[in-house]
């Protein structure tokens, strides 16, 4: 039995999603025909209060298609340094749309108002980049799955309104922020302008993300997937199994919940960490005693069949999902208890 814990995109399709997956119907989407995409895309859009959506392979095109479909070169993306878009995403906002980035320091990947607000440019000084888009992790990947609440969105659009710029959330964990914060997905639509969802993290799909707009941004954002070679035929076998996640595996995020917090909990008591960060969703980042060396630390760990990744200079990323069952965290938890250096 391997127990990975190196992200929540390792899950396997359950058998109830692969069954759903077979079943689907389906027709070619470039021609708009594939009735299964169509439907995640109207769902997931309804869902949170948007005209659109666009089914894409993975989460770093929808945020690669959002950011260059709302943004021009010699303009800026404003985002927090850890940002998904910004460290883990090859570049692509150079490549894909030439823009610059102005990174802010926020609190574990949250940034606030005020950060937001110090980072936007005059707009009558020609040395400046002009401030086009404001991007948010929710929940933050860096920032150990912290999340933003309603309150806090809402005030950070009001800058954006206020200097037209757009506002884009990288939602790859989006769900987990919803239940940590008892918030319903409606209320983001008349926050956002784009919104990227990844249907391959906590919901348990094996492939796809969906990116949700105006219709007009969205129209304009299907001639950017097409010319990335995102295109994709009878691609409804895939987006059943994120209209089966949708409908099955959503509330269950909150056993994850609870198991990263048990494992939190359980490493607070090791003498071998010397911090663990507050659990707030399915990510549990913890250091190690200085004189510890992660590499071989997670050496121990795979040869008790446990996988687990660095994630920074004496940190370790545990992160749970669909198939980090109970007994698995029992064992977890007894290995991590029984460690010694
Ligand atoms: C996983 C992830 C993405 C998308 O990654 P893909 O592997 O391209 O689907 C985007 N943002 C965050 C914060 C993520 O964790």
């Known amino acids: 039995m391997l127990i990975d814990l190196r992200s929540d995109t390792v899950t396997r399709p359950t058998p109830g999603m692969l069954q759903y997956m077979m079943e689907a119907e389906v027709g070619d989407d470039v021609y708009e025909e594939d009735p299964t995409v169509n439907a995640l895309e109207a769902k997931t859009a309804a869902l949170f209060g948007m005209e659109a959506g666009l089914f894409c392979p993975s989460g770093t095109m929808t945020n690669q298609i959002a950011i260059k479909a709302q943004t021009e070169p010699l303009t800026e993306v404003i985002c927090d340094f850890t940002a998904h878009i910004y460290q883990y995403e090859g570049g692509g906002i150079a490549f894909n749309s030439a823009a610059s980035v102005a990174l802010l320091h926020g609190e574990r990947g949250k940034v606030t108002a005020e950060m937001v607000q110090s980072a936007v440019r005059p707009n009558d000084n020609l040395h400046y980049p002009v401030s086009k ?195 698995m965290l029992e064992y977890t938890i007894d290995v991590l208890k029984k460690l010694n250096f």
């Open 133 to 327: 888009l404001v991007s948010l992790e929710n929940t933050s990947n860096k920032g150990g799955g912290t999340f933003y609440t309603l309150p806090e969105i809402a005030t950070i659009a009001q800058v954006c309104k206020t200097h037209n710029m757009a506002f884009h959330l990288d939602g790859a964990r989006v769900f987990n922020a919803l239940l940590a914060a008892q918030e319903a997905p409606e209320a983001y639509g008349q926050y956002f302008n784009s919104i990227s969802i990844c249907l391959s993290k906590g919901l348990g799909a094996p492939v796809g993300s969906v990116l949700l707009g105006s219709k007009e941004l969205i129209y304009k954002s299907k001639r950017i997937r097409k010319v990335l070679g995102g295109g994709m035929r009878q691609a409804g076998f895939l987006a059943a199994a994120g209209l089966y996640a949708l409908e099955h595996q959503v509330d269950r995020l909150a056993e994850d919940h609870a198991r990263a917090k048990e494992l939190g909990k359980t490493l607070q008591k090791c003498a071998y960490v010397s911090e663990v960060l507050s659990v707030e969703t399915n990510i549990v980042i913890f250091k190690l005693a200085p004189a510890l060396n992660p590499q071989s630390f997670l050496q121990k760990l795979k040869e008790k069949n446990i996988l687990a990744i660095q994630f920074g200079p004496q940190q370790i990323r545990l992160v749970t999902h669909l198939d980090f069952t109970p007994s």
